[in-house]
């Protein structure tokens, strides 16, 4: 019996996605084109894998004992391709990341340098988006996996913590506070204050803490993006409440980040990837190496 590697990959999309249209986006198919793969397979085998119905999807028991056993055998025959290097050098294919803009520095460009080495013909693609949006892309499966700090309790999203950041104050180093050790969100108020707007993750998070707490400060500016924020404060428009990851690492030459305390506000940021739903190995292997990064 000779199985067709391209018919194998079509069914095991179709069987983890519950749909002929989502599998055919995933693989790059038109749906008439994946669907006389399933039915050669099916052909082949000489059993049927799948019940179709106008609205849904459904394995068979046979499909689903199948389909168990495909993922692995494929599975395990990328890992071997990926494993040895002149063939790695030559594989193509992509892998898609979403990720919220203030992590991206942080996380992804010494990770995809050693990565694009790897496996210079797979296709990196970054969507660099807001909070909801990273959260969206993953759940809809426009991205492999992604870099974000909510999802946590979505009930179809693994959401593993990398690290705990704080919420510090942004300001130019010729700015009246920037050489204080620390600094009060009562004392903000003092000054020229800007934030992010209220669709923004970090303005609901920023919100949720500072409910209850009565001398917030009043912003003259609001934006949408926290990088947006972080680039007025440099051409001295005036101060903001971001996150850690969102300030240039190591010594700057106009910014300088200083610790908010009363209260101290933090956010946790992870890799989110759609729960029970298996990562390719290219995509795997991208995502433990940026878990490998978050960690150090």
């Known amino acids: 019996m000779n199985l067709d590697l391209g018919d194998l990959r079509a069914f095991v999309a179709v069987a983890e996605r519950g749909s002929f249209h989502a599998a055919a986006s995933d693989i790059h198919l038109s749906q008439p084109a994946l669907s006389r793969r399933v039915a050669k397979l099916e052909a082949t085998l000489g059993v049927r894998l799948l019940e179709r119905t106008t609205r849904k999807v459904e394995l068979t028991t046979v499909g689903r004992d199948f389909a168990r056993k495909a993922r692995e055998l494929l599975y395990g025959l990328d890992q071997s391709l990926l494993g040895i290097g002149a063939i790695a ?11 919220v803009p203030s992590a991206v520095r942080y996380f992804l460009p010494e990770v995809l340098r050693r990565y694009h080495t790897m496996y210079p013909r797979i296709l990196l693609r970054v969507t660099d988006e807001g909070a909801g949006d990273v959260l969206s892309s993953v ?4 991205a492999d996996f992604g870099i974000n700090y909510i999802g946590a309790h979505e009930p179809n999203i693994e959401f593993e913590p990398v690290l705990k950041e704080s919420f510090v104050v942004a300001c130019r180093k010729d700015h009246a506070l920037a050489k204080r050790k620390k600094v009060t969100w009562a004392e903000l108020g003092k000054y020229d204050y800007m934030t992010v707007a209220k669709e923004s993750g970090n303005r609901f998070l920023l919100d949720l803490a500072l409910a209850e707490t009565p001398a917030r400060p009043r912003s003259f500016c609001e934006v949408r993006h926290v990088m947006t924020v972080v680039g007025l404060v440099e051409a001295g428009l005036g101060i903001a409440a971001v996150p850690q990851l969102a300030m240039p690492q190591g010594e700057h030459p106009t910014l300088v980040s200083i610790p ?37």
Do not use: F, W
Request: aromatic share 2%.
């Open 89 to 99: 050098e030559r594989m193509s294919g992509e892998v898609t990341i979403a990720c």
């Open 139 to 142: 759940a809809r499966s426009e």
């Open 260 to 296: 908010l305390v009363e209260p101290a506000v933090t956010r946790t940021v992870g890799l989110l990837r759609r729960r029970g739903i298996a990562l390719s190995p290219a995509a795997q292997q991208l995502y433990d190496m940026v878990l490998a990064q978050g960690s150090k």
